[in-house]
């Protein structure tokens, strides 16, 4: 006889996840990067380094700075390209066992809709998460996702072209996100997720420049973490789809407020560099909790705030 | 690549503003190697957040050291620790030096505590075929290596106010080794400020003469998941323009590297 | 033979400070409470807790949280209203040697105009900063600023009745603040104060409840300094009329951070509650930062920022 | 109200999770009387970000002490520092206890930490007029006050769990005391969770007898400058509706707050 034990599995609209957690883009690489400590087969999902049609060289260094209970970073998506995503790092990704999460970026709405097809037909690839948030680029990103139409836009545009589960990853450096989350949700998306990074900058008092070489970057870190919480609160009030909340989570706890304010799963960026074990950490912490408090099943608590 | 729990067993001043510092990682020792690193975490809260890397100094059985200055929050909350208390710490990481073959000789040329590296390095070199040029700011500034691992290698010394050894920059003892003869069979390993590194190179390509460096950069993860440390590479060499300190590095041969694009960076 | 010390002084538009140092609102209530160890004299000014026309109890409590390098408030602008703020602090506010600056905040436009022409004539208070950026109130705050129309008309419904300096204190939490920041600088502001608090919330994984009785609060301190920063480099490049930067600021690096970035004057807020001295560390710091860079005036390193 | 640099020279465990902390203190302790407190700030990094609020429990020539329960972040990083370390005390702060008058009995009714304050207010009244009823969860929690300056004291134990005193809530002693003759010069002075201090009331209002409450409230500044400890009021007594922890407490008649209010917060 195996003993029970708490249920964590999830779904999010037509993708089931063995657990909540996943892995924040361009914070796990392709999951092979940590390998010697962190089993990617533990988690619910992972979302790789966003991926863009063409490689891209990302921007000048210094890219990333420390900040109180935080970080900036200013990667510019810097990334391998569309083929040799597909010859260097699907054969390895297809051979996990947990959902493989591709995380695309373009510069128009066309290249959105390119890289969706491109990736057509590849089953093992469980879902596109399409990042309209990215504050590091010039063209494209945020730009799409600041913008309702626009963001509608994109959405459609990898909706036509794609056979999978699409996840919109919104920026929370808008004036009332909801709108732009019911833009999405009309478009057709499958879900929601949130936040990408908070623009920000440093001074170097020293040299007087701004300490990152593109000047502004995203904060991420538990620095955002309420900021995050609130916008994932709004927007699982604000739609019908799925929402996977994110943004400064480093233990279960943190995991569990998202859970609570309604998120259907989480996503582990920053932490990872402070502390790769924190994955398996909040996987395992997440499962003493539910056998703690007598939860059978950790689908019950999501959205289970006491208002 | 381990991340595990290490509990400090020495974590004293050896020079000014400098200490050495000693820990119990009998997990990360036994695969480490000269020029690798290793990231510290400083506190379990969350300021200040990132870990930090340090060179390893050496290893004698499962104690791994680190030789590290205080300049800012996270090394002074690292100075500030006592034996007995522990750190995570994550390493071996990067790439570390191509150990010169039995029949080379090894130039180390070390600016200040750029020699953190070294060290280790030269603990693997037979004391005959190194010559270990040492270049620091004063003498109070001067790091003894006799007792780490190397009671046979004098350092050649040079201090920018002449307090000790030769006065002046360290690479003209390099440049006056390589006028005497015997030099083709020389490798240089070199890791210091910038300008300094400038400075080998530059000497080190006029006599023709292989050089590996050490670099840094600010990390986030420090296993190549994160693409924060990157640094402009020769675009002769690779033709991606990014390498990244962490994974590709931190040692890089001279040639791999864009020096024309590194002056703004302090160091 | 007095010593010649470094000159502190800045200008915002016509109002002239001993350093560029200030305390931020609902921070440093009346400049009474800390006065056994803070003089509020050294200060380049104080800006006094939010003012409303009629007494305002405030939001229930919990009303505090703490986050990681930070916190949420959700105080609500508790108050004691215009006619005990005339007749028991103006008084006592009279006679520093500094500039009282009064923060106003209204219901509706009408209620800013009012409270603008009831200070009319009071020579001691040196100037309006006008908190159309308040996330912790239904009504008014934030709903003015986030709307560029919005904003406008407050301010110039605030000139209209006013004879002194106004300035309009702007929302993080928008989509682009330099369209906020034109739209009042277009209406007539003197000068424009950033950030307030970005909006977030905290939720209690014992009591499944958010931590603030008001769900949602304002996040201040050291983890929002990065977003603080680089929304007041966006602003002193957007419009041409003087800018007061504070967020997160503890030290006097951070403040030199923000006069870097452009900002003619800096406020210091929750900084002062976990260490009062702060603001004579930063007046100090500045001081000796000057001397040993030989900087004769503060004012000439303002927006010196080498790009 | 000061803020000064205080040096520990006591932090020692005295009960499960219960620690007393010992400072110089020579300027703060100079104004302190039972019932305030200070804000203690626990790291110079920004996390844990803000000072905590402790209740003065007593104060010996230059020392003042705190007994403080480890409960979070803050109180364990508090427990973790060590003999010669400072931190910087803010204090004293907020209104104390109105000390009874000679001809006054007083009774004390603690429940767990809710010890701290009502030690320093014992010290302060003769031990023939006091009766110092102290509620635990257990025996392992219970608090040795005669130590701290109160030799002549013998607590009138209640354990939750009976394993010390007598068994149950320490509010049963409370109404059996008060069921005697003479408890017309009575004044009740509390201290404890938020259901034993509801109860404490109910029982003093039942008797006419005057309480004194010592509250708790999340705090910021602890001046009264930010608004944030608010706490609502008997509106009866006071016509704004929110008083301030910090300034218009910690200690409180009973009869100003407005008890109903206080259900859904966690002490
Ligand atoms: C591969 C590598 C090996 C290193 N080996 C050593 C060594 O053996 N001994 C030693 O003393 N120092 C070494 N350094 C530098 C060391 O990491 C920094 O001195 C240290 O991070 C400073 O931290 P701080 O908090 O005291 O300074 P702060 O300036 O407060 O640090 C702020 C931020 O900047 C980063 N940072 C600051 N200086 C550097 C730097 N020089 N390189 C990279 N990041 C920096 C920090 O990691 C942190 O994120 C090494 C750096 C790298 C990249
Ligand atoms: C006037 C006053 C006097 C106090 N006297 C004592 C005392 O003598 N001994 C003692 O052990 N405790 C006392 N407390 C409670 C003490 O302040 C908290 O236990 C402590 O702040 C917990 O900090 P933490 O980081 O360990 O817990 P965490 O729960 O991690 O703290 C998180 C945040 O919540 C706040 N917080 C948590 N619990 C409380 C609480 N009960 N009251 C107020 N804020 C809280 C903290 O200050 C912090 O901002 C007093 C509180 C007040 C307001
Ligand atoms: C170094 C770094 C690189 C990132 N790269 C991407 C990316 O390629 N695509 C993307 O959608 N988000 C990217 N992000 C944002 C994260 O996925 C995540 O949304 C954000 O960091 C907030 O979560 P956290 O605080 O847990 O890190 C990146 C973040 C960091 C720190
Ligand atoms: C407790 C508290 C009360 C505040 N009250 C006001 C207010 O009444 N009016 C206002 O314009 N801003 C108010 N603010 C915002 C601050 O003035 C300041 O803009 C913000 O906290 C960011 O700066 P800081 O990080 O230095 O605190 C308040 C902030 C805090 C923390
Ligand atoms: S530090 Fe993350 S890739 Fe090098
Ligand atoms: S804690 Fe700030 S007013 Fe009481």
Redesign the interface.
């Given at each position: 006889m195996t003993l029970k034990k708490p249920d964590l599995s999830v779904a999010l609209g037509p993708l089931k996840l063995k657990n909540p957690v996943l892995t924040a883009s361009?914070?796990?690489?392709y999951g092979q990067?940590?390998l010697?400590?962190i089993d990617p087969n533990i988690l619910g999902g992972i979302v790789v380094?966003g991926l863009s049609l063409k490689?891209r060289?990302?921007n000048?260094?210094?890219?990333?700075?420390?900040?109180?209970?935080?970080?900036?970073?200013s990667?510019g998506l810097?990334n391998i390209g569309l083929d040799a995503f597909l010859q260097e790092k699907l054969p390895w990704l297809r051979d996990l066992n947990t959902n493989v999460i591709v995380n695309i970026y373009g510069h128009s709405i066309n290249e959105y809709g390119a890289l969706a097809s491109s990736l057509k037909g590849i089953k093992e690839i469980a879902a596109l998460e399409v990042n309209i948030s990215c504050p590091n680029v010039e063209k494209g990103g945020m730009a799409f996702g600041?913008d309702p139409d626009a963001s509608a836009r994109v959405t459609e545009e990898v909706l036509k072209n794609s056979d999978k589960p699409v996840i919109v990853k919104l920026s929370p450096?808008?004036?009332?996100i909801r709108v732009i989350a019911k833009a999405v949700e009309n478009a057709g998306a499958h879900a929601i997720s949130l936040i990408n990074t908070?623009?920000?900058?440093?001074?170097?008092?020293?040299?007087?420049?701004?300490k990152l070489?593109n000047?502004?970057?995203g904060?991420s870190?538990?620095?955002?973490?309420?900021?995050a919480?609130?916008l994932v609160?709004q927007v699982v009030r604000a739609v019908n789809i799925p929402v996977i909340g994110g943004g400064?989570i480093?233990d279960y706890?943190d995991a569990?407020?998202f859970l609570?304010?309604g998120a259907s799963a989480i996503q582990v960026g920053?932490a990872?560099?402070?502390?790769?074990?924190a994955i398996s950490d909040i996987i395992e912490g997440l499962s003493t909790y539910c056998k703690t408090e007598g939860i059978f099943e950790i689908k019950t608590?999501i959205g289970?705030?006491?208002? | 690549m381990i991340d595990q729990k290490t509990e400090i067993i020495i974590n004293k001043k050896i020079a000014e503003a400098t200490y050495l510092l000693g820990l119990n990682a009998h997990k990360i020792v036994s695969t480490a190697k000269p020029g690798q690193f290793v990231m510290i975490r400083l506190t379990s809260e969350n300021d200040p957040f990132l870990r930090r890397p340090f060179s390893i100094s050496g290893i004698l059985e499962d104690r791994l050291f680190i030789i590290y200055r205080v300049i800012g929050q996270g090394t002074r909350i690292l100075s500030s620790l006592q034996k007995g208390e522990s750190i995570q710490t994550l390493g071996p990481l990067g790439k570390g030096f191509t150990i010169p073959r039995p029949d080379q000789k090894a130039v180390l040329v070390a600016g200040g505590l750029g020699i953190a590296p070294l060290v280790f390095l030269a603990q693997k070199i037979d004391p005959d075929r190194l010559n270990f040029l040492a270049g620091f700011r004063s003498a109070k500034d001067v790091i003894d290596v006799r007792g780490l691992g190397l009671k046979d290698v004098e350092l050649n010394l040079a201090t920018d106010d002449h307090s000790l050894g030769q006065g002046g920059a360290v690479t003209n003892i390099l440049e006056d080794l390589l006028f005497k003869p015997g030099r083709s069979e020389l490798t240089v390993f070199s890791c210091g400020p910038l300008l300094m590194l400038k400075q080998v190179v530059k000497i080190t390509k006029k006599f023709r003469i292989e050089c590996q460096v050490s670099l840094e950069s600010n990390m986030a993860c420090g296993v190549g998941a994160c693409q924060g440390c990157a640094i402009e590479s020769a675009s002769s060499y690779d033709t991606s323009s990014y390498l990244h300190v962490c994974k590709d590095g931190p040692v890089f041969k001279s040639e791999a590297l864009d020096w024309n694009k590194y002056d703004l960076k302090k160091t």
């Open positions: 361009g914070t796990f690489g990067e940590f010697d400590i380094k490689p060289a990302g000048p260094p210094p890219r990333i700075i420390e900040t109180p209970c935080g970080m900036l970073n990667i810097a600041t450096n808008v004036t009332d908070l623009t920000g900058m440093a001074i170097d008092i020293k040299t007087r420049a701004p070489a000047v502004s970057g904060l870190g538990p620095a955002i973490k309420p900021v919480l609130y609160y400064g480093m706890q569990l407020e609570l304010a920053t990872i560099f402070v502390n790769p074990g608590i289970d705030l006491k208002e | -």
